[in-house]
């Protein structure tokens, strides 16, 4: 399997090298030249896997430069029982009115992004160590992804990790988590401004093709091809889990900032897993509700970001979405120039001509929730079934109610546990006890460090030159 850019301009690679790579050279996204296809002989061969295997048996497709042996021993190490409290990995319950939602944020930072972070932290290892590379990595984070990386991250030998995160946007759970970190190899960033900010400092970093070579830079940030594919997995998984043969369709819910949950997903359907509908649900920063309901697309700027209380959404800059577009253009790199150079002059497009073609052939819809909205959810959910979810996962139980069809079976991805999120959890149902798992009592009191500058890229160069020449 070799990896193309949406640009067209970069030579195809192998797995590994798209792995330590981030953004392609040219500009662009990484996807592999084609999607395998999976047949229902093998899809009955794969529902009664256990999820490593499971797991093996999608990413041998994808990491074919990989040795077996090696590929297994790297999933095994990562999906285990005691990172994830459970030998399921992925449970799958039902709400009383039906909705299902998949947990995914049972592992060490108490959300989704560790599906594909401890994947990728393993990976990255290998690759390092076979190749005798050192990697530095620049991320960007609006909450979860920043301690997700980290915890994988931390004490691996070759890997630095500089993560960006806008300064005070991030709930006092979540800041403690990456900032309460003392590893020599992390370096926490809190930059003056919005996620969207961050991220579009990270993408300045790596189109400096010079720094990025001398420093070795790379990303954990959705755009990094890595993360999708371990999260390609869990759709199966899910998929598996609501349904009792492989004649059902499933829907599945995603709540939605940066596309790349959702985009996994897209690749899942397009692999051939019975997946009906995605449902993309929003925030109140709802660039990606407006593109699905009108086919316009338009970023915000950061100016007109909405600080809300589901703040891993709070992104108006979607990476990964020109992966899809790149699909939906019928894999034309030069479309894809000419619309990301609109979006890059502030003007977006408008593919209003092709919505038919975007529900139909790739069955995308979508909703978007308020914080309101959320409040309602949470506080339903908790009256009705007894357990607290946190706010983004609220996003998506909401606009899964509001879409969902006569017997359609929809699964929400779970985005976080409500412990990261006790703000708004008692804004909801009032002083209740929000569990947290073990060893996490006091996280909010351990001495934090953290550098915090202003919205600049040379700043964050700086501190990364810094740290690397000692």
């Known amino acids: 399997m070799k990896y193309i850019s949406t640009r067209g301009e970069t030579a195809p690679k192998s797995f590994s090298e798209v792995l330590l790579m981030g953004l392609a050279p040219d500009g662009g996204l990484m996807l592999p030249e084609h999607y395998p296809q999976i047949s229902a002989d093998t899809l009955n061969q794969w529902r009664s896997l256990s999820y490593p295997e499971l797991a093996f048996e999608i990413i041998s497709l994808f990491a074919t430069d990989i040795p077996s042996e090696d590929l297994r021993d790297i999933i095994g190490r990562t999906y285990t029982e005691s990172a994830f409290g459970t030998a399921e990995i992925t449970p799958v319950r039902t709400l009383s009115d039906g909705i299902k939602i998949e947990a995914l944020s049972n592992g060490p930072t108490l959300a989704f992004k560790d599906m594909a972070m401890q994947f990728l932290g393993n990976a990255f290892e290998y690759v390092l160590n076979k190749e005798g590379k050192q990697l530095n990595i620049l991320g960007a984070t609006s909450g979860d992804t920043g301690s997700a990386a980290e915890y994988a991250l931390r004490g691996k030998k070759g890997v630095n990790v500089f993560m960006l995160s806008p300064e005070g946007k991030m709930s006092d759970f979540q800041r403690a988590q990456m900032f309460s970190l003392q590893d020599e190899n992390i370096h926490n960033i809190a930059v003056k401004g919005m996620f969207d900010d961050c991220q579009d400092i990270v993408k300045a970093v790596q189109n400096d093709a010079a720094f990025k070579q001398q420093y070795h830079i790379g990303t954990v940030n959705s755009i990094n091809w890595g993360r999708i594919v371990a999260q390609v997995v869990y759709y199966f998984a899910g998929y598996f889990r609501a349904t009792d043969n492989n004649s059902r369709q499933v829907s599945f819910c995603v709540p939605s900032g940066n596309f790349g949950n959702v985009c996994a997903g897209h690749i899942a359907r397009q692999m051939g897993l019975p997946v009906r509908r995605l449902i993309v649900a929003t925030n109140e920063n709802d660039v990606l509700d407006e593109f699905f309901k009108t086919g316009r697309y338009l970023p915000r700027s950061t100016e007109h970001t909405h600080v809300t209380s589901s703040p891993s959404m709070d992104i108006s800059k979607a990476s990964n979405f020109e992966r899809f577009v790149f699909d939906l253009s019928g894999r034309n790199p030069q479309q894809i120039q000419a619309l990301w150079a609109d979006v890059a002059s502030g003007k977006g497009f408008d593919l209003g001509g092709e919505m038919e073609k975007v529900r139909t052939q790739y069955g995308f819809v979508s909703g978007k929730s308020t914080h309101a909205d959320r409040l309602a959810t949470i506080k339903t959910v908790y009256a009705q ?76 160069k700086t501190i990364i030159r810094t740290a690397l020449q000692g």
């Open 385 to 460: 079934d007894g357990e607290l979810i946190d706010p983004h996962t609220a996003d998506g139980v909401k606009v899964a109610r509001e879409v969902r069809e006569a017997g359609e079976t929809v699964v929400c991805l779970e985005t976080a546990l409500a412990a990261k999120f006790e703000q708004t959890i008692h804004e909801a149902v009032g002083s209740v006890a929000v569990p947290r798992p073990a060893g996490l009592d006091g996280l909010e009191n351990l001495p934090q460090r953290v550098q915090v500058v202003e919205n600049d890229t040379e700043a964050v």
